[in-house]
């Protein structure tokens, strides 16, 4: 494998059940642009975080799931890291204690070998149904709407084109 970041890790006081619960990988505060193109998120445990959401059952900074990125989606101000499937790995002492816990790198750096890993379909986020609208959307402006998908999709508003057809 090449020395590129095709891979995000991530520090996380979430199990592995709790992770897969919600459908991906915690909501983070990352680059949605340098995100979507890596293949691979690596959760590695942080056991010692004592927020009352922290429920880690393995050793300190070590990697117990590896899954094959499916997408990057906003919530709110974070970014939710979804994956089509999983596979459970037992890697000690992959989190190198470093103060970001979201970090862009690759699964060589990491020690993290996908030989022989059994993957498993993820199961898909549990979403509730936005309550039908009761008004018309309002209207925005070009520049409005540039802005808006420049900032969901992590990219420079000038790389937004918009083309009305009429």
């Known amino acids: ?82 994956f089509s499937e999983y596979a459970a790995i037992n890697q000690p002492e992959v989190w190198g204690g470093h103060r970001n816990p979201v970090r862009y790198t690759n699964l060589d750096d990491l020690g993290i070998e996908l030989d ?12 509730t149904a936005a309550p039908p609208r009761t008004t018309a959307p309002r209207a925005l402006t070009i520049q409005e709407a540039k802005n808006g998908l420049a900032q969901t999709y992590g990219v420079d508003v000038e790389a937004i084109e918009i083309v009305i057809r009429g």
Not at 32 to 43: F, L, N, Q
Not at 116 to 127: I, K, N, R, S, Y
Request: charged share 20%; with cysteine.
């Open 116 to 127: 022989g890993v059994q993957w498993l379909p993820a199961p898909q986020a549990q979403t």
């Open 1 to 82: 494998m090449t020395n590129t970041e095709n891979t995000i890790a991530v520090f996380t006081a979430k199990n592995l059940n709790s992770i897969l619960e919600e459908g991906g990988s915690g909501i983070w505060k990352l680059d949605p642009a340098r995100a979507r193109k890596c293949t691979y998120v690596v959760c590695t445990q942080n056991a010692h975080n004592a927020e009352a959401y922290a429920d880690a059952t393995e050793p300190h900074g070590s990697a117990f799931l590896v899954g094959r990125i499916s997408r990057i989606i906003p919530v709110d101000d974070r970014w939710r890291i979804e």
